[in-house]
C-alpha cells in the first residue's frame, strides 16, 4: 500500500480533533487492555488511517531519540520508526490495503498468515493494520478468521471499516468496535484551516458532508483535469467519465456521483415542486453511470443519454 496516503496536510489538524481518541487508544495499549482486534468505523476521508499512524508512532517511537510529540500530535520525521514505515523496511508493522476497484488479495492474506505464524525478531508487538477492510471477500475472509479468533499475546489487528460496502458480520462479530466520527462544524474547520494555511485553492462546491480527505482528492482533480465550475455539470461528467475510461479509477465516480447529488439538490432548493421528477431524473442518471460501469457501456452512449436527462430539467 501506499504510505504517503498518512501524510497529508490534513494530520495534525486532524488529529487536533479526534485527540480524545487518540489518548484513549494509548491509555489502553499503556495498561495492557488494548484489544487484539480493534474495529475502527466511519465515513472515508475522516482521517482514521492518519489516527492510527499516530498512534504507531506514539507506539514504536517512545523510546527513541525522535519521539512522537503527544502534546501537539506531531510525528517527528527523523525518528526511526517512521522513516522504516515509509520504506517500507519494518517488520513489526504490516499494511494491508485494497487495490483500486478490486478486493483484498486472499494472497496478501495469507503471506500475512505466514509472517504470523514466525516469531518477530525484534520481540515488539506487531500490528496488522487492513485498510478499506470492507473491501475483504468470502474466500480472504476465511484465510484471515483463524489469525483474528486467536491472535498471539504480541499480535494485534487494527481494522479500517470506510464503510463503502457492507462489512462481512463474520468479521465484526470478532471485534471491539469504535465509530468514529466528524461534525459538521468539525469539518468545515478543518477544510477552511486547509484553504487558507495550505496554500489550497477551492476549485470544487462543496458542503459539509464531504470529509476533508475526500475534499482534497476531489480538489486536486479538478485542478488535473482543468475542470471549472462554470462548466457544465454535463461538460464535467463526461471529462470524469472518460477519465475513468482510462485508468477505473473509481475515485471519478465517486465525484462524478457527488457532483449529480449536489447539483440536483440546487435544483431541489429552489423547485420545491418538482421535487419527485428531480429525484426521478436523478436516480436515472445515477444508474445510467452504474450500468456503464458494470456493463461496460459505450462511453459516449451513456453521455449522450444523461445529457437529453439533464435538458429535461
Not at 503527544?70 to 517488520?91: E, P, W
Request: proline share 2%.
Amino acid at each position: 500500500m501506499t504510505i504517503t496516503n498518512f501524510l497529508d496536510p490534513l494530520s495534525s489538524t486532524r488529529l487536533i480533533l479526534m485527540d480524545s481518541f487518540l489518548k484513549e487508544m494509548i491509555n489502553l495499549y499503556n495498561s495492557n487492555k488494548f484489544p487484539k482486534v480493534f474495529l475502527l468505523n466511519g465515513k472515508k476521508g475522516i482521517g482514521k488511517f492518519t489516527l492510527v499512524f499516530h498512534f504507531l508512532n506514539y507506539i514504536f517511537s517512545k523510546n527513541e531519540k525522535e519521539p512522537y510529540n503527544l502534546k501537539d500530535k506531531i510525528i517527528n520525521k527523523d525518528s526511526i520508526f517512521y522513516n522504516q514505515i515509509l520504506n517500507q523496511t519494518n517488520q513489526d508493522v504490516m499494511l494491508i490495503r485494497a487495490e483500486e476497484n478490486k478486493n483484498i488479495k486472499i494472497e496478501d492474506i495469507r503471506s500475512l498468515k505466514s509472517i504470523l505464524s514466525k516469531s518477530s525478531l525484534s520481540n515488539k508487538p506487531r500490528f496488522v493494520v487492513i485498510d478499506e477492510v470492507e473491501f475483504i471477500n468470502e474466500n480472504s475472509v476465511n484465510a484471515l478468521l483463524k489469525s483474528l479468533e486467536e491472535p498471539s499475546d504480541n499480535n494485534f489487528f487494527i481494522l479500517i471499516n470506510n464503510q463503502q460496502v457492507d462489512l462481512i458480520k463474520t468479521i465484526s462479530s470478532r471485534c471491539l468496535q469504535t465509530n468514529i466520527f466528524l461534525s459538521l462544524k468539525e469539518t468545515k474547520m478543518i477544510i477552511d484551516y486547509l484553504l487558507k494555511n495550505n496554500n489550497i485553492k477551492d476549485l470544487i462546491e462543496h458542503d459539509n458532508n464531504l470529509t476533508p480527505g475526500l475534499f482534497i482528492q476531489f480538489n486536486e482533480i479538478f485542478s488535473k483535469l482543468n475542470i471549472d465550475n462554470v462548466d457544465t455539470v454535463h461538460a464535467k461528467i463526461r471529462k470524469l467519465l472518460n477519465e475513468y475510461k482510462k485508468n477505473k479509477n473509481k475515485i471519478f465516480i465517486n465525484l462524478t456521483l457527488y457532483l449529480i447529488d449536489q447539483y440536483f439538490l440546487k435544483l431541489a432548493h429552489t423547485n420545491r415542486n418538482k421535487i419527485d421528477q428531480l429525484l426521478g431524473l436523478k436516480n436515472d442518471i445515477n444508474k445510467n453511470i452504474n450500468d456503464f460501469i458494470y456493463y461496460n457501456l459505450n462511453i459516449n452512449s451513456v453521455l449522450n443519454s444523461i445529457e437529453i436527462k439533464l435538458s429535461h430539467v
